[in-house]
């Protein structure tokens, strides 16, 4: 059985930086994991992407250039290191698995078929 937790968030002032970490268990060898978001009254988001059997990322252009989704196998772990934070980045950072890689990369929610249970970040002004 697949489990997801996610740990590492918090309260920063834009410009700041965090580091999301996502502990999994269970057996995931070259399955795909995504850190998405949603704030309240918005669409969940996808904000990261990484297939741990390629090493193979991708990110949105919201993001892309200061998120950076990395793993670490040994340890099973997960990580999103976040930096130039920025206020709309606000929301509930979810971790998310996926044995379904034939079709690469895929920041769809409806590919993920194991979820977290989500960590704050929360930007001020």
């Known amino acids: 059985q697949v489990q997801l937790s996610e740990s590492g968030g918090g309260s920063v002032r834009a410009g700041g930086s965090l580091r999301l970490s996502c502990e999994v268990t269970g057996n995931t060898d070259r399955w795909m994991f995504s850190w998405f978001r949603q704030a309240p009254g918005k669409e969940r988001e996808g904000v990261a992407v990484?297939?741990?059997?390629?090493?193979?990322?991708y990110y949105p252009s919201s993001v892309k250039g200061r998120f950076t989704i990395s793993q670490d196998n040994a340890a099973k772990m997960v990580y999103l290191q976040m930096n130039s934070l920025k206020p709309e980045d606000t929301a509930m950072y979810y971790c998310?698995?996926?044995?379904?890689?034939?079709?690469?990369?895929?920041?769809?929610?409806?590919?993920?078929?194991?979820w977290g249970k989500g960590t704050q970040v929360t930007v001020s002004s």
């Open positions: 998310a698995a996926t044995a379904t890689v034939r079709y690469g990369l895929s920041l769809e929610s409806s590919v993920y078929n194991y």
């Open positions: 990484i297939n741990v059997g390629s090493g193979h990322t």
